[in-house]
């Protein structure tokens, strides 16, 4: 079955640009979505469609996706967007959802 | 605006069954697929099954087949996910989440709250 594979942490200073990686043979070729998950609350959707984002994101989150990779990037980060993301793709073969392992986000 | 709630917290005995509720409202109950996903402690996500509520189609994970069963009711827009013959690692947050189709494939614009489901004797 379908496998995406995440770094198991990323830290980035406030600030600055923290990008979060997803792998997967030819991403490209599928759409990735993206969710936060902050501790104790449900996953919210950040990023559909590689790159567009739902209503109420913020443009400091972007995406984008070629090859075997695709990218969360978020500029500017703050306090605030310390979390777990996981990114998400549809495996067409199996009719069914598939997700990375996440990435927690450490604001240092 | 769409709102999934779910049922309360349950606790329950291994061997026996679960059954989680998710009522939604601000959008047409028959339009939409929803998905089933659980959270262990301090895990990531994992999908269990869909259900197409237009049809009652369904499709499940392997590793819950035989003791998973995802059912709607329209007259009330709830969906409900039963499982059945719970052991202690079935213990997490179990979410529902709406999906929608975009260009690339499904994903989930709206998710419940979720429900903790506790199993241990």
């Known amino acids: 079955s379908y496998v995406l594979t995440q770094p198991p942490s990323v830290s980035v200073a406030p600030g600055q640009t923290a990008r979060i990686t997803c792998g997967g043979n030819n991403l490209g070729s599928k759409g990735v979505s993206w969710y936060q998950q902050k501790p104790g609350q449900a996953p919210v959707l950040v990023l559909y469609?590689?790159?567009d984002r739902p209503s109420g994101i913020p443009e400091r989150f972007s995406g984008s996706n070629s090859g075997n990779t695709a990218t969360l990037t978020i500029s500017r980060v703050a306090a605030g967007d310390e979390a777990d993301y996981y990114c998400h793709v549809w495996d067409s073969s199996g009719d069914h959802p598939v997700f990375g392992g996440g990435t927690k986000l450490t604001v240092l | 605006q769409v709102q999934l709630v779910q049922s309360g917290a349950e606790v329950k005995k291994p061997g026996a069954s679960v059954k989680v509720s998710c009522k939604t409202s601000g959008y047409t109950f028959t339009s939409n697929v929803l998905t089933w996903v659980r959270q262990a402690p301090g895990q990531g996500l994992e999908w269990m099954g869909w259900?197409?509520?237009?049809?009652?189609?369904?499709n499940y994970a392997q590793k819950f087949q035989g003791r998973l069963t995802l059912t709607t009711d329209t007259s009330t827009s709830t969906a409900y996910m039963e499982l059945r013959r719970l052991r202690s690692d079935d213990s997490a947050i179990y979410y529902c989440?709406?999906?929608?189709?975009?260009?690339?494939?499904?994903?989930?614009?709206?998710w419940g709250q979720g429900t903790l489901v506790t199993v241990s004797s």
């Open positions: 469609d590689d790159s």
């Open positions: 989440a709406r999906d929608v189709l975009g260009m690339g494939g499904f994903y989930f614009d709206n």
């Open positions: 259900i197409s509520v237009n049809n009652g189609n369904t």
